[in-house]
């Protein structure tokens, strides 16, 4: 069964210590997988994308990694502010076949930053 | 830019009312969607579109209705409400319904079914 797995599913940490964020992925054939954050209130709003050939990518303070043969990818959050406060969610895209295109949602995890 | 807008922001309905959200946007893009979000739960698709005059359904379409008539519009029909219906509705579009570019999502409607 094709699932996205997010973990932990909330964290409270302090301003200014760093954090990193789990998604594990059944999905295949895979195409590419995002991060989204989501403010409360808001609709998600796309911070990062990794394809298969990619391991690391960062977008100022927020560095995505992925490992395609263990499925796992991370979201590390240096030097957190309050503004980080939020839910991020893990987005896998299906490759081919019956999954391309498909569009498959973790639960997201909460992170709470407190000053 | 507006991007993805959504109307209302919030709604309050009585079991078997019926009523329309409104989603919009402005990118001219083909794919448009729409999704329920219920605490605990991820997002969970309802029905889509990979252009005008083409819906079909998704992970969660029973009780919902689409048209696709323009671009720009995607509007979501609750035929009669459920108290099962009460959920955050969020519209989203992309370029594609496949490659490399993100959804945008609009802000959201807040529905209640008493």
């Known amino acids: 069964k094709n699932q996205v797995e997010q973990s932990p599913q909330s964290l409270i940490i302090l301003e200014g210590k760093n954090c990193t964020l789990q998604c594990n992925y059944t999905v295949s054939p895979f195409s590419n997988l995002r991060w989204y954050k989501q403010d409360t209130g808001r609709g998600p709003v796309s911070l990062t994308i990794?394809?298969?050939?990619?391991n690391t990518k960062s977008n100022g303070r927020y560095t995505a990694t992925l490992d395609a043969d263990t499925k796992q990818s991370s979201l590390h959050i240096t030097a957190s502010q309050l503004s980080d406060s939020a839910s991020y969610i893990c987005v896998v895209r299906g490759g081919r076949g019956s999954t391309l295109g498909r569009l498959y949602f973790g639960r997201g995890t909460q992170l709470t930053v407190w000053p | 830019n507006a991007g993805v807008t959504q109307t209302p922001k919030f709604q309050v309905l009585k079991t078997g009312q019926s009523m329309t959200l409104q989603c919009a946007q402005d990118?001219?893009?083909?794919?448009m969607s729409w999704y329920r979000q219920d605490p605990g739960m991820g997002l969970r698709l309802i029905h889509y579109s990979v252009g005008a005059g083409i819906t079909d359904q998704g992970e969660v379409p029973n009780g919902y209705n689409v048209s696709r008539s323009t671009t720009e519009d995607f509007p979501l029909r609750l035929l009669s409400a459920a108290p099962s219906q009460t959920s955050v509705y969020f519209c989203?579009?992309?370029?594609?319904?496949?490659?490399?570019?993100?959804?945008?999502f609009g802000d959201g409607t807040r529905l209640s079914i008493l």
């Open positions: 990794m394809t298969f050939s990619e």
């Open positions: 990118m001219n893009h083909e794919y």
């Open positions: 989203a579009s992309s370029y594609s319904w496949t490659g490399d570019q993100p959804q945008h």
